[in-house]
Nanobody, 124 residues
Framework: QLHLAESGGGSVQAGGSLRLSCAGS???????MAWFRQGPGNEREREGI??????????TYGHSVKGRFTISRDGSENTAYLQMNSLKPEDTAIYYC????????????????WGRGTQVTISS
């Protein structure tokens, strides 16, 4: 069982930056990791925004964050980061870290392990 814990959320003004961290524990081998978010008024669906392979060599991004957000990970650890730049009010959401065994994906159904989320609020 992999336990994930997010940190780094907070409130910033539009145009600012935040860096989220996700610390994983419980599984020694690196697996696929990703970041999702759930914005206000969108309680039914989590938007996949960034994913990274176990090696860290492959990454993928959702259209809404491409060019502004960067996902990375610590070597062979199940620890991931999300650097968020040029933040916009529409980036306001609860951000979740996820990990899975299936493969590179931004489909929430492919991830077996989830953190509890961290709130990110962007003011205009």
């Amino acid at each position: 069982q992999l336990h994930l814990a997010e940190s780094g959320g907070g409130s910033v003004q539009a145009g600012g930056s935040l860096r989220l961290s996700c610390a994983g524990s419980g599984i020694s081998s690196p697996i696929y990791m990703a970041w999702f978010r759930q914005g206000p008024g969108n309680e039914r669906e989590r938007e996949g925004i960034a994913g990274i392979s176990p090696s860290g060599r492959e990454v993928t991004y959702g259209h809404s964050v491409k060019g502004r957000f960067t996902i990375s990970r610590d070597g062979s650890e199940n620890t991931a980061y999300l650097q968020m730049n040029s933040l916009k009010p529409e980036d306001t959401a609860i951000y979740y870290c996820a990990a899975g065994l299936t493969g590179m994906s931004l489909d929430s159904g492919n991830f077996q392990f989830w953190g509890r989320g961290t709130q990110v609020t962007i003011s205009s």
